[in-house]
């Protein structure tokens, strides 16, 4: 990756489960890196076996206050993404993502640096066509209880098209669909952590619904190939370009696979669906794969055990940690 005399990459929520992969893998590639978070839910865990690197700084800031450092690229990584934790605090959340990106957007047309926003696929809400593509403009409830998180990244994505249009940055979109793995917390609400969590503690596996309700699974490592990719294309491409796994499973599927993979004798518990909880997600990656040349490779089953080996071990370590029930 070409690298600016001194300037730096800049990651915010460097220290949150996708951005400390991003911080982890800039720092390998030889890239001067400062690792940006107010460690709301990011976890000082992620990113220990970078710190003492030269080429890693980490620096406890929140991007709802403006920053001052030098910067050839950033990626900006910094908000809640869980409903657990977006919802506790959600008039911060909206100005985490609102303010965030008014913030970011200023450093990098201060510094003239690339800038590539975290954006995410519930942009599109509970979706009215199916798989969702990048044309799509949305089903999203403004006044609900998801409504923080979700329009507070539709805000972020119309600042960083403004900021293109009207000053004519080097800006970089892209929506994150469902995504797991190794660093997720046990308590942080997302089907895949909650699941792997009580199978292997034994617990009733609690499915929100009938369980008919589908997602797509992406294993981080996948992802994080894409972000990259994206952040390497030229100033034409903007996005925004969705990056998840195509292939769609029910939660009754994922709980299958996950008894399946653990050995757990955890029996299915149902409970009532949280509301403006989506129907149906599935991305259509067509734009990423003729544009990045990208798509997953990893099976869910691959996925699904490497990321209960970790939970294995954090619970080892943890014995008290569970998963989030409602």
């Known amino acids: 990756m070409k690298k600016h005399p001194q300037q730096s990459v800049v990651v915010t929520g460097g220290a949150g ?15 001067d ?47 809640p993404a869980s409903p657990i934790h977006y919802q506790f605090d959600p008039v911060q959340t909206t100005k985490t993502s609102v303010h965030g990106a008014i913030n970011m957007l200023g450093l990098a047309k ?65 929506r994150i669909f469902n995504t797991y793995g190794p660093r997720m917390r046990p308590d942080d609400g997302r089907v895949v952590s909650n699941f792997i969590v009580q199978a292997l503690r034994g617990d009733p596996i609690t499915i929100y619904g009938d369980g ?64 403006d909880d989506p129907k149906q997600r599935k991305p259509d990656i067509s734009l990423a794969k003729g544009t990045l040349g990208w798509e997953p490779k990893t099976p869910l089953r691959e996925g699904i055990r490497k990321t209960a080996a970790y939970f294995e071990k954090v619970l080892e370590d943890n014995p008290e940690a569970s998963a989030y029930s409602l």
């Open 212 to 275: 008919m309700q589908t997602r797509s699974f992406c294993y981080v490592d996948d992802l994080i190939d894409g972000i990259l990719a994206m952040m390497e294309t030229g100033d034409d491409v903007t996005g925004p370009v969705n990056l998840g796994n195509p292939n769609e499973f029910t939660m009754l599927e994922l709980a299958e696979v996950i008894i399946a993979e653990t050995g757990s004798k955890s029996r299915l518990e149902f409970r009532p669906l949280p509301q």
């Open 110 to 174: 201060r510094t003239k640096a690339k800038i590539l926003q975290a954006s995410t696929s519930e942009i599109y809400g509970d979706p009215l066509e199916h798989p969702q593509r990048e044309e799509h403009w949305g089903n999203v409830n403004p006044i609900g209880p998801r409504s923080c998180y979700d329009e507070g990244k539709r805000c972020a994505e119309t600042l960083f098209f403004d900021y293109r249009r009207q000053f004519d940055m080097p800006i970089k979109v892209v």
């Open 17 to 31: 489960f996708l951005g400390s992969y991003i911080c982890e893998r800039l720092v390998d590639s030889g890239s």
């Open 33 to 79: 890196v400062i690792c940006v978070d107010n460690f709301f839910t990011g976890n000082k865990d992620n990113i220990s076996h970078l710190i003492g690197r030269t080429n890693f700084e980490l620096l406890r800031h929140d991007v709802t206050f403006p920053l001052y450092v030098e910067a050839s690229k950033i990626f900006n990584f910094a908000c």
